[in-house]
């Protein structure tokens, strides 16, 4: 991968569940790291759900090999949150490449 091609600035958080005095359990996330990716759009949809009108799309991030980085964090670029669906290392390459898909709270 060319350094180049990294031209997105994404952040990464990561879950962290914390409990209070009667036992409720509430998960925030806390910003892991701020890195360079490479973006990639794949599909993207307007959808009628619960009579309330969505966008969904899918993009795929390229990021360098040595990010630290699980199925349970979140990305966020473009002041949007992506939930990770899939993370496919790449050694040849020395590149990580994760599939999100948009979470729409």
């Keep these: ?3 180049g091609l990294l ?9 962290s569940i914390t409990s209070d005095e009667y036992g ?11 890195t360079r ?9 307007r959808k009628n759900e619960n009579h ?15 990010i630290i980085i699980d199925e349970l964090d979140r990305i966020k670029w473009n002041d949007k949150y ?3 669906l899939d993370i ?5 390459n020395q590149e990580i490449k994760i599939n999100c ?3 729409n709270d």
């Design 24 to 34: 409720t359990q509430d998960t925030q996330y806390i910003i892991k790291q701020k």
């Design 37 to 45: 990716a490479r973006l990639t759009h794949n599909s993207g949809e």
């Design 82 to 84: 992506f939930r990770i």
């Design 101 to 103: 898909e948009i979470i």
């Design 52 to 66: 309330e009108i969505v966008f969904n799309s899918n993009k795929t991030f390229e990021l360098r090999k040595y």
């Design 1 to 3: 991968m060319r350094a």
């Design 7 to 15: 031209t997105e600035i994404i952040e990464i958080y990561s879950p």
């Design 88 to 92: 496919e290392p790449n050694r040849q």
